[in-house]
């Protein structure tokens, strides 16, 4: 019933920048906490950030923490992903997800408890 659609993703130069957007439709999702995941090729699936849709707390996986920033539209339903100082690493197909529900401590990292889930956009890094 929630419908989630990344964009903006695309091929950057390590230390270049990109935002990804992540459209949410469809059933009200005000109740959600949504988070970004990534899975780089050949490798498991791994949560990057996460925002609830009021008040002003944010997560971050440790590896991204003062490179990335996730944000909010409310009015647009929509959750970017700001993501600066990119490295090769970084390369990933991103995923935007909605969980149900308060979420909080080890909760935001656990693929299983969310909801919906994004088709996913590329990222790739060059050095």
């Known amino acids: 019933q929630v419908q989630l659609v990344e964009s903006g993703g695309g091929l950057v130069q390590a230390g270049g920048s990109l935002r990804l957007s992540c459209a949410a439709s469809g059933r009200t999702v005000s109740n959600y906490a949504m988070g970004w995941f990534r899975q780089p090729p050949g490798k498991e699936r791994e949560f990057v950030a996460g925002i609830r849709w009021s008040g002003t707390s944010t997560y971050y996986a440790e590896s991204v923490k003062g490179r990335f920033t996730i944000s909010r539209d409310n009015a647009k339903n929509t959750v970017y992903l700001q993501m600066n100082s990119l490295k090769p690493e970084d390369t990933a197909v991103y995923y935007c997800?909605?969980?149900?529900?308060?979420?909080?401590?080890?909760?935001?990292?656990?693929?299983?408890?969310?909801?919906?889930w994004g088709q996913g956009t590329q990222v790739t890094v060059s050095s």
């Open positions: 997800a909605a969980r149900s529900g308060f979420t909080y401590g080890n909760m935001w990292y656990s693929q299983g408890l969310y909801d919906y």
